[in-house]
C-alpha cells in the first residue's frame, strides 16, 4: 500500500469482490523530519485506509536492504557517468522478495499492487502488458 489512489481504490475494489485483504507498505529509510516528510505522510494514509476497511496492515522494514542494495547502486552507477534506474534492482531485490516471503508466510494466494497493467496468459503463464491507455500505463513499474 503507497497511501496513495491507486492501491486504495484496489484493496476497495477487491475487498468488495470478497477477497481477503491485508495491506503491506515497505519502509525504506528513516525521515529526518517526519512531520513534514510525504513518506511518512503516506505510510500514514495508508494506515488510515487500512483501518477505514478494517484490514490487517503491516509495514516491512527494508532500510537497511535498500541502503546496501539499491541507494549504493544508484550512487555508484550515477557517479560512473551512468543513468541508473533503482527499479529494476529494487523490484526482484526487494519489493517482489519480500512480498512473497510474507505473502508465503500469511498464506496468501495473490498479490494485488494497484498499478495500471493488462495481465494475459499464453501457454498457461501469465505475464504483464502494457495498459489500453498509454498515458496510465504502469506495467514498467512492475518489471
Same mark, same amino acid.
Given at each position: 500500500?503507497? &497511501? &496513495?489512489?491507486?492501491?486504495?481504490?484496489?484493496?476497495?475494489?477487491?475487498?468488495?469482490?470478497?477477497? /481477503? $485483504?491485508? &495491506?503491506?507498505?515497505? *519502509?525504506?529509510?528513516?525521515?529526518?523530519?517526519? *512531520?513534514?516528510?510525504?513518506f511518512e505522510q503516506s505510510i500514514n494514509d495508508a494506515s488510515f485506509v487500512a483501518d477505514e476497511l478494517k484490514i490487517p496492515y !503491516? $509495514?516491512?522494514?527494508?532500510?537497511?536492504?535498500? /541502503?546496501?542494495?539499491?541507494?549504493?547502486?544508484? $550512487?555508484? /552507477? !550515477?557517479?560512473s557517468g551512468q543513468t541508473p534506474n533503482p527499479c529494476v534492482l529494487c523490484n526482484p531485490e526487494i519489493k517482489w522478495k519480500n512480498l512473497l516471503e510474507m505473502a508465503n508466510e500469511l498464506d496468501c494466494n495473490y498479490i494485488a499492487t494497484g498499478h495500471y497493467a493488462i495481465i494475459n496468459t499464453k501457454n498457461n503463464r501469465f505475464f504483464i502488458s502494457r495498459g489500453l491507455d498509454e498515458l496510465k500505463d504502469q506495467s514498467y513499474f512492475l518489471w
Open positions: 500500500m503507497s &497511501g &496513495g489512489v491507486d492501491s486504495s481504490v484496489s484493496e476497495i475494489l477487491l475487498k468488495k469482490q470478497g477477497f /481477503e $485483504i491485508i &495491506g503491506v507498505t515497505f *519502509r525504506v529509510y528513516n525521515s529526518q523530519n517526519q *512531520r513534514l516528510d510525504t !503491516y $509495514i516491512i522494514d527494508v532500510k537497511k536492504e535498500f /541502503e546496501q542494495k539499491i541507494i549504493s547502486n544508484f $550512487i555508484s /552507477e !550515477y557517479y
